[in-house]
């Protein structure tokens, strides 16, 4: 880069990609081979990637540094997909070396926070991206979605950064956020059933809509995590706010400081549930359908399933202080506190394992997502056990798990009308009644599962087969087992 600021030097417009490459391949040397300079080389490319000149970086999308060399050969910028790859190359870089979290003491952390300032600026080249190739562009955004959830915990120390990183999901990855989180498979009306045309159809549908779905869901994972971060500071005051400086990322200035930061992930929250869920008519998705999508999502991801169930367990905390919320920012809380709420997601997690132990087991002894589901089933029960009366009382998800386990065929509309109705001849019938019955098989599908659980673990426990100490879990199982006893 310094070369082509001074412009001593014809150079090839794939040098500097090819560059990138060879970092990449040293730093995954290195870690094959667990040299002893992985570290040091990690420092040092971090280093550098901070100290990069940014303007002339992004000069190499619009070609005004073009015009500067002298060999024609640079004709690197006119071209949207070389310049894509150039980016693309800088990105596999840094997750790469992100994935090196274990750097020790302060200077470590402190390395990998200063890459926060500088995702902002690597996504600003998705804007010269747009209109090119379809999977370089779909390339890009997955590279940066990676990096940013690998930078998670270092963006969360500080609530301006999160506010931008807020501002950065909506401004690049809008679409993804409110794209529909059910699943569709498209039919031609003049295709018929069982064509190799619809076979090949569907096929190019269901694989773009992975493609789709993986980066949806690190994009709502990550605004999720942002959001509720932020809402949630407004009760304890953790994060360090720095919003009164003037040199805030993306050039957006935010005025006030962490109160102001509280209301803007609040207000997120509150146009987000707008875009994917009140604009829906109501007589096709009902709150189980936005749950039970919202779970489906992540159910095909096992870490970010964690991930997000455990964020969504302090949405609670979020409506615990209302007075001086605004209507909208009210609205946002009771919205994600209701329509989210973790015991009742809890019983939609268990219904969607079709009640199956044995997988909750294979979750907790993972190597990978071991300890988040412990984290996780330790905090639910916990809640479970405060709000007995909600987890045994689920009838308010009931009728919309009931359509999609074939137990019972009604429409939408019977089932909003029939809730519409609070006349005491309405409590008497029959379909309340039989909701009733039904809401109490949910609870004993529950039961029975955690019951099968706590046997299994205390089982593999005497054996010496369970990796690390049950223990806390079990005493939690235990107080489950004493509530259900007591009715």
């Not at 009771?334 to 079709?354: A, C, N, R």
């Amino acid at each position: 880069m310094t070369v082509l600021e001074q412009r001593g030097l014809s150079i090839s417009g794939q040098v500097i990609p090819s560059l990138f490459r060879v970092l990449h391949a040293i730093l995954k040397f290195l870690k094959h081979s667990d040299s002893e300079l992985k570290d040091d080389f990690t420092y040092l490319s971090i280093h550098h990637i901070q100290k990069m000149p940014w303007v002339t970086f992004h000069q190499l999308y619009t070609g005004e540094l073009v015009n500067h060399v002298k060999d024609s050969r640079f004709g690197y910028c006119n071209d949207s997909a070389q310049s894509g790859i150039l980016t693309g190359s800088l990105l596999q870089l840094l997750c790469s070396l992100l994935e090196e979290s274990d750097l020790g003491g302060t200077d470590g952390q402190d390395m990998y926070v200063k890459l926060v300032d500088i995702v902002p600026m690597i996504a600003a080249s998705l804007l010269e991206q747009h209109y090119g190739p379809e999977s370089l562009y779909q390339y890009l955004k997955h590279k940066i979605l990676m990096v940013m959830m690998r930078l998670n915990p270092y963006v969360q120390e500080d609530c301006t950064n999160i506010v931008c990183y807020l501002k950065l999901i909506r401004q690049y990855f809008h679409g993804l956020l409110h794209e529909p989180m059910l699943q569709h498979v498209t039919k031609l009306d003049n295709c018929l059933e069982g064509s190799p045309f619809l076979l090949n159809i569907v096929g190019l549908v269901e694989s773009k809509d992975k493609s789709t779905r993986h980066l949806q869901r690190k994009a709502i994972y990550l605004f999720l995590s942002y959001s509720i971060c932020l809402s949630c500071n407004r009760n304890n005051g953790t994060l360090r706010c720095s919003c009164k400086r003037d040199d805030c990322l993306l050039g957006h200035k935010v005025q006030g400081c962490s109160d102001h930061c509280s209301c803007f992930g609040l207000s997120e929250i509150s146009d987000w549930f707008q875009r994917c869920y009140l604009d829906t008519s109501f007589y096709s998705k009902s709150s189980t359908d936005f749950a039970l999508s919202f779970l489906e999502l992540y159910m095909e991801e096992d870490d970010m399933l964690f991930g997000i169930l455990l964020q969504l367990l302090d949405a609670p905390l979020i409506f615990q202080e209302i007075d001086n919320m605004k209507i909208t920012e009210l609205i946002a809380a009771k919205l994600l506190s209701s329509i989210l709420y973790p015991v009742h997601l809890f019983h939609l997690f268990l219904f969607l394992l079709h009640y199956d132990h044995m997988v909750l087991v294979d979750y907790l002894i993972s190597k990978d997502v071991g300890v988040h589901c412990a984290q996780y089933l330790l905090r639910c029960l916990r809640l479970v056990s405060q709000s007995w009366h909600a987890f045994v009382d689920d009838s308010i998800y009931l009728a919309k798990i009931e359509k999609l386990n074939c137990k019972r065929q009604k429409t939408s509309r019977d089932v909003i009308s029939s809730r519409a109705s609070s006349s005491k001849e309405y409590k008497n019938s029959s379909g309340y009644d039989k909701e009733a019955k039904n809401s109490q098989k949910l609870f004993l599908d529950a039961k029975v599962c955690l019951y099968s659980f706590k046997r299994t673990v205390e089982d593999l426990q005497k054996k010496g087969l369970f990796p690390y100490n049950p223990k806390p879990l079990l005493r939690s199982l235990a107080r489950f087992e004493e509530l259900c006893e007591q009715g």
